[in-house]
């Protein structure tokens, strides 16, 4: 993978920047709750900066990776999930991925969004339209994938998901995804928050800790202000006494490299091979799709795959 970068070469901020970025789990009301926080602000800014997105976009393609980092708390070895969604409206669908490890890469099938009157955008629901939200896990030691999917209702990441799990999987689930901006529309502060029903829950404190979530306001704002994710946690949901379990990294991450592009280019047909040094402008660029990072490849390297 290639990233942009985005802290002028910096290594120090860099470290600083990814020391930050965490996702802490939790339970509340005696272990019959359990959530997840992320504080995600280096890793919507690397994403925004690699795959170069507007607000707008940064805000559809930033809510999708921040659910998918909050589902992480759920994962373990080499388990990973996918949320998928096709529709008919401006964004075409998005496609993210994200894994035990932390790492979240993906797209939205439209990058660059057409919108002639910003300012009276008052929801992202209308860049959606109708579609399909889909949902897959990949367990380890599964024999296949779990899928499950279901129709949008709201054209809301956090809505779509929640009514997902409802539904699919009859959990009730909540969650609350937030990106805050700068007076010069930098992000400044992202992040959010997820909670699932145990089976021995009470529905009371279910009821209480879902006005709970939403009542937080802006949580990519208390992070832009530096409040750190575990007393958020600690003060918003003090009445339901919550306990941390543990963290772990989260990070804009795509495990794509020139070697991997370079093996799948030279297993083409020889007649393949000779269109393209035929018909190709040099250096020849291959796109990650997950994650936009470039790879260029030589004329020389290209004749050397055929031999």
Known sequence: MIKKDIFGNTT????KAAQKDRLYSFLLSDGSIRGAIVKSTRMINEMRANHVLGIVETLLLGHTYIAAALLTSNLKGNDRLSLGIKCSGP????????????EVR????NSHIDIKNPEKVKSLSQFFGAGFLTVTKYIEDAKSPYSGQIMLEHGSI?????????QS????????????FDSKGEVAGAGGIFLQAMPDADNDKLVKAEKILQSIESIGHNFAEKTKPEDLILKSFEELNPVFIGNRRIEFFC?????KVSNYVSKLPKKELDNILAESVFPLETTCHHCNSVY???KKEIENFKS
């Open 106 to 109: 993906g797209f939205l099938k």
């Open 255 to 259: 495990r794509c490299s020139k070697k």
């Open 169 to 180: 999987e009859q959990t009730p689930t909540g969650f609350n995804l937030s990106i805050n």
């Open 158 to 166: 956090a809505e779509d998901l929640a009514n997902y799990f409802l």
């Open 12 to 15: 120090k901020e860099q470290l």
């Open 91 to 102: 964004v075409k669908g998005i496609d993210v991925e994200s894994n035990a490890f932390g």
């Open 296 to 298: 260029g490849f030589s």
